[in-house]
């Protein structure tokens, strides 16, 4: 959530920025309410001293065998007024807070207005493969090789599920332990959150209430809105492992990471070139997360994307990082970058981690603040956050990649420790 005060004070400074994501912004009603809001916090609290100077009056008054009457009338007036305008008060303040419940992050001057188009890459590692034979796509090869079982996957959960099996499962996990070894070597603490989750986790996250039917809902067993969802990612469950909480300055930077599956409505027509693994309902990640005083943030995103990029480094796939355009960020975040893998079956590289700098945004709403040495005075924190790694698209990635003619696939030399010293998948008879 945005600072209203910062609003206040640079209003078309913060408009212009938001307009690098938004198609028209005008601040007129919020400024409005806002002044109406100090006015009248200003008047109820000049009645509340008179009805407290009149309230003191009246027993001297009775002792010194005055009549009470009229200030009694008086102060029942005052506390009528006070009732009235603080409904009032009420009102501007929900207007206050549903309009920046509405307004997306504000974008980091150097990320770029527009949306995909204005994406920009900013480094590439490895080679394209280069392949001597006619490849064949990961839905084939995963299959051919018994890893994933599609059809199955479908029988027991739908359209947009599917079942690990065998070797396939065995490297799901394997992948899963390299990630989870990686980051303890650097010194992230491990969290297994719930996956059911309250409102207020998506509230916090800035996931609500403007997403709310991205996620599966749990409905109450009276009806109407719902209290609790299945996460979509463990970044809805860390942001809140601090809510309302006042941390002390010393115990920064905090860093996590979680592994949880993730469960996902992805509404919407699928294209052609996103069958098997690339898009689904379930999929499992690792997130890394951190909290940071402000002025640590921009260090701590380098860091969290250097940490993407390793791991999909070690795995040996050639990828690239893009800078993500402002209406590509997603509305939580400042700024954000993605680690894309190639898929050489679609001719186009995949995000399989995005690293995000949310700034002070996620901190507002879910009032995470740390208390700062030099002045005593509690602050907002930045939240950061990425992939670390999400292996629904790693899969695809890698086995299109390490494919050979025969049908086989090269275990990449990391994994191979957890596989038991295995080096190739091999096609089943």
């Known amino acids: 959530m945005l600072d209203i005060n910062e609003i206040r004070e640079n209003s078309e400074a913060v408009r212009q920025a938001l307009l690098k994501r938004m198609d028209e912004l005008d601040f007129s009603d919020l400024l409005q309410w806002d002044k109406d809001r100090r006015s009248l916090i200003v008047e109820i609290d000049q009645l509340r001293q ?8 009246i027993p001297k008054m009775r002792k010194e065998g005055k009549d009470t009457g009229d200030i009694q009338e008086g102060m029942k007036a005052v506390s009528v007024k006070i009732k009235d305008l603080e409904s ?9 807070q549903s309009f920046l419940e509405g307004l997306p992050n504000i974008p980091d001057d150097d990320v770029q207005p527009g949306d995909k188009e204005n994406n920009e890459v900013i480094r590439t590692w490895g080679e394209k493969p280069n392949f001597d034979f006619t490849p064949k796509d990961h839905v084939d090869l995963v299959t051919a090789l018994n890893l994933i079982d599609y059809e199955r996957g479908v029988k027991m959960g739908g359209s947009g599920f599917w079942l690990y099996r065998g070797d396939g499962a065995r490297l799901e996990w394997a992948l899963l332990n390299y990630f989870v070894d990686t980051h303890l070597k650097d010194g992230y603490e491990f969290v297994l959150p719930p996956h059911i989750l309250t ?10 209430p403007k997403f709310e039917d991205d996620v599966f809902h749990l409905e109450p067993e009276a009806g109407g809105k719902f209290s609790q969802f299945l996460l979509p990612t463990s970044e809805t469950a860390l942001i809140n492992f601090h809510r309302e909480e006042i941390l002390p300055e010393e115990e920064l930077p905090k860093k996590y990471f979680a592994y949880t599956p993730c469960y996902r409505r992805e509404a919407g027509s699928y294209r052609a070139q996103e069958r098997g693994m690339i898009r689904g309902h379930q999929f499992n990640k690792i997130e890394t997360f951190q909290f940071t005083r402000p002025e640590d943030s921009a260090q701590a995103l380098e860091e969290l994307i250097g940490k993407a ?27 954000t970058y993605d680690i894309e893998v190639w898929i050489p079956s679609m001719d186009e590289y995949k995000e399989v981690s995005s690293a995000s700098n949310a700034s002070s945004y996620q901190a507002r709403r879910g009032n995470i603040r740390f208390k700062r040495q030099e002045t005593g005075k509690n602050e907002f924190l930045h939240t950061l956050n990425a992939s670390g790694l999400a292996t629904s698209r790693i899969i695809p990635a890698m086995v299109e990649q390490g494919q050979q ?15 038991g010293g295995q080096e190739t998948f091999e096609p089943q008879s």
């Open 88 to 96: 009032n008060l009420s009102d501007a303040e929900n207007n206050i």
């Open 405 to 419: 003619e025969d049908g086989s696939v090269t275990i990449p030399e990391v994994l191979r420790p957890y596989l």
């Open 199 to 208: 409102y207020q986790c998506g509230y916090t996250a800035g996931q609500f």
């Open 309 to 335: 990029e390793h791991l999909v480094q070690g795995l040996g796939l050639h990828h690239q990082v893009s800078k993500l355009a402002a209406r590509d960020v997603s509305a939580s975040m400042a700024k």
């Open 50 to 57: 008179r009805r407290n100077e009149g309230s003191a009056q």
